[in-house]
């Protein structure tokens, strides 16, 4: 997967990908189909045409250029698979401006079998004090280890200055999206809310997030390619809801235990900013 995210000039045939793999060309088709719902090929071009998204922010860059640049050898194919994904062609992406946030955050967008999300509740909430950690590093489509790293320090910092009681469950803030399954840069914010009175210390920093209408997400089961389920709602139901999001980073709450419940009871929410 590394070596297909980072081969976003040129397809990479099938055959090349099993060599690389070191696996049949065949068996690596059916492992991918079971794992992630789509073949190699379908999990590379949605690579190329998220790589696409971030060149068309860059007015400079002629559309044709860009087609080449993401081993399209027409326009026409480019704007086809484009639009096939995106649902817009890569000029009308171009010019969407503000609608531009609800695709940008999350460009490299794949249908995993995994990703279930309920229909969202809309809800008014008041500013939301919160603090957090921050930690880099998405592997294999998860924040497996930033995550860890990130509640051991929470909760380290939760016990020192004594704040069980005024400081409620782990949340995760996502500021930026993820350039493939493996992003090394990448970070996670890892924290908690809190009733107003906690102050940064060390590591551990302090905001508000502001007060606002939320699109609230109930995503019930293992938390393994989470992220995959805030990106189908910005593909899926925020360009089709006559919703926008705001600038505000997206985030999730983790509603109950993973030390008390089975992955397959895990509930978490995920919460989205709109006007």
């Known amino acids: ?18 060599e690389i793999a070191g696996v049949d060309p065949f068996h ?15 999990y590379h071009q949605y690579i190329r045409i998220g790589y696409a998204t971030r060149l068309l922010k860059k007015k400079e860059i002629s559309i044709t250029d860009i087609c080449f640049a993401t081993g399209y050898e027409t326009p026409s194919s480019f704007s086809k698979a484009f639009k096939k994904l995106l649902h817009f062609s890569p000029s009308q992406f171009r010019k969407m401006n503000g609608t531009e946030r609800t695709l940008k955050r999350f460009s490299h967008v794949l249908p995993f079998n995994h990703v279930a999300v309920s229909k969202p509740i ?5 500013e939301i004090p919160i603090f957090f950690v921050e930690k880099s590093g998405y592997y294999d489509g998860m924040y497996f280890e930033a995550g860890r790293e990130g509640s ?24 930026e999206p993820p350039l493939g399954m493996d992003d090394p840069q990448n970070t996670v914010l890892i924290g908690g809310f809190h009733n107003g009175d906690v102050k940064a210390s060390g590591n551990i920093e302090t905001d508000i997030l502001p007060a606002g209408k939320w699109a609230i997400f109930q995503h019930q089961g293992p938390w393994e390619f989470l992220i ?34 089975t992955p397959e009871e895990l509930i978490t929410n995920i919460y989205i900013q709109i006007i």
């Open 1 to 18: 997967m590394g070596y297909l995210s980072k081969s976003v000039s040129e397809p990479v045939p099938l055959l090349k990908m099993g």
């Open 28 to 42: 690596l088709n059916k492992l991918f189909v079971n794992y992630l719902g789509i073949t190699p090929f379908e």
């Open 122 to 126: 809309i809800k008014k909430l008041p």
């Open 152 to 175: 051991i320090e929470i909760s380290e910092f939760v016990q020192q200055f004594g704040l069980e009681e005024s400081t409620e469950t782990i949340i995760a803030l996502f500021p």
């Open 228 to 261: 995959q389920s805030i990106e189908q709602i910005y593909l899926n139901w925020l360009p089709f809801s006559n919703k926008q999001p705001t600038a505000t980073t997206p985030f999730i709450h983790h509603v109950n235990d993973s030390t008390t419940a």
